[in-house]
């Protein structure tokens, strides 16, 4: 099993920045891809970003330009660096893993809270 640890989630302005951590542990023995998904108020669950092991990324269109993923192998964390947040952006952020292609997912984390207020 692998458990996935989210942190730094809060709330911030509209126009700010915030960035969110994701500390994998356990069996992360052959863990490719690592990435966040969101989920707003009323909203389907939706990729956000996503990293291989080797650095290639890939962004939803709405956070292009504003979000960066990034990822440190030797912490196994990844990181989501958001700025120009919108209120839009709020919405629970689950970290998530797997050991496929960048789109796959094996593993959730629990979640952490990004509110923007307007």
């Known amino acids: 099993q692998v458990q996935l640890v989210e942190s730094g989630g809060g709330l911030v302005q509209a126009g700010g920045s915030l960035r969110i951590s994701c500390a994998a542990s356990?069996?992360?023995?052959?863990?490719?891809?690592m990435g966040w998904y969101r989920q707003g108020p009323g909203k389907q669950r939706e990729l956000v970003a996503a990293i291989t092991r080797g650095g290639r990324t890939n962004y939803a269109d709405s956070v292009k330009g504003r979000f960066t993923i990034s990822r440190n192998n030797a912490k196994n964390t990844v990181y989501l660096q958001m700025n120009s947040l919108k209120p839009e952006d709020t919405a629970v952020y689950y970290c998530?893993?797997?050991?496929?292609?960048?789109?796959?997912?094996?593993?959730w984390g629990k979640g952490t809270l990004v509110t923007v207020s307007s």
């Open positions: 998530t893993a797997g050991r496929s292609g960048i789109y796959g997912v094996d593993y």
């Open positions: 356990g069996n992360i023995f052959g863990i490719n891809a």
